[in-house]
């Protein structure tokens, strides 16, 4: 392993509370992927599972493989109660990202309360560009993917037409 090396994906910056941090640890992440895939055959029950809920986003950015694809489909609470009740102890994380912003869904109350029924000990996480917050508790995502368009204004700009950098950067103070 010491030849290896690690990157995120994308643009993206990963901001977690302490006690997530070893989400990211590779010592971690490589041995759980092998006993995933055990003796050449995939396990039944994923360790992580990715949920892309929505593919609605405000944005176009230049640099996302997602921009020309947005569908506006969403994902029902009823598909989301069927994963989360058909999880095992195997699953140690859910992520929410995918063909648009996790946040531009309007579900999020009512996720939050389906994962304090079937899995409140699973971490959940979300990747987002944070233009716009749901109306829930913050502190519920364990974790939060932030995809940083631009270091300023101006090349906040650049990246996605349009002037959302002072949002942003409220929305980023919120989570944090």
């Keep these: 392993m010491d030849n290896e090396v690690y990157y995120i994906p994308h643009d993206a910056f990963i901001f977690t509370n302490r006690k997530n941090l070893n989400q990211f640890n590779a010592e971690k992440i490589l041995p759980a992927y092998d006993t995933y895939i055990k003796n050449g055959e995939r396990l039944k029950e994923p360790w992580e599972i990715e949920i892309h809920l929505s593919g609605i986003c405000q944005f176009s950015c230049n640099k996302c493989s997602y921009s020309t694809r947005h569908t506006g489909e969403k994902m029902s609470l009823e598909q989301?109660?069927?994963?989360?009740?058909?999880?095992?102890?195997?699953?140690?994380?859910?992520?929410?990202?995918?063909?648009?912003?996790?946040?531009?869904?309007?579900?999020?109350?009512?996720?939050?309360?389906?994962?304090?029924?079937?899995?409140?000990?699973?971490?959940?996480?979300?990747?987002?560009?944070?233009?716009?917050?749901?109306?829930?508790?913050?502190?519920?995502?364990?974790?939060?993917?932030?995809?940083?368009?631009?270091?300023?204004?101006?090349?906040?700009?650049?990246?996605?037409?349009?002037?959302?950098?002072?949002?942003?950067?409220?929305?980023?103070?919120?989570?944090?």
């Design 80 to 176: 989301i109660e069927s994963i989360f009740s058909s999880l095992t102890e195997r699953t140690h994380f859910v992520f929410f990202s995918g063909g648009g912003d996790p946040f531009a869904w309007t579900s999020w109350k009512e996720l939050l309360n389906l994962r304090e029924q079937y899995i409140p000990q699973i971490p959940i996480g979300v990747s987002t560009n944070l233009f716009r917050l749901p109306d829930i508790d913050l502190d519920m995502i364990d974790l939060y993917q932030i995809h940083v368009f631009g270091y300023d204004r101006k090349s906040y700009i650049e990246q996605i037409g349009f002037d959302g950098f002072d949002e942003f950067k409220e929305n980023l103070l919120e989570v944090c």
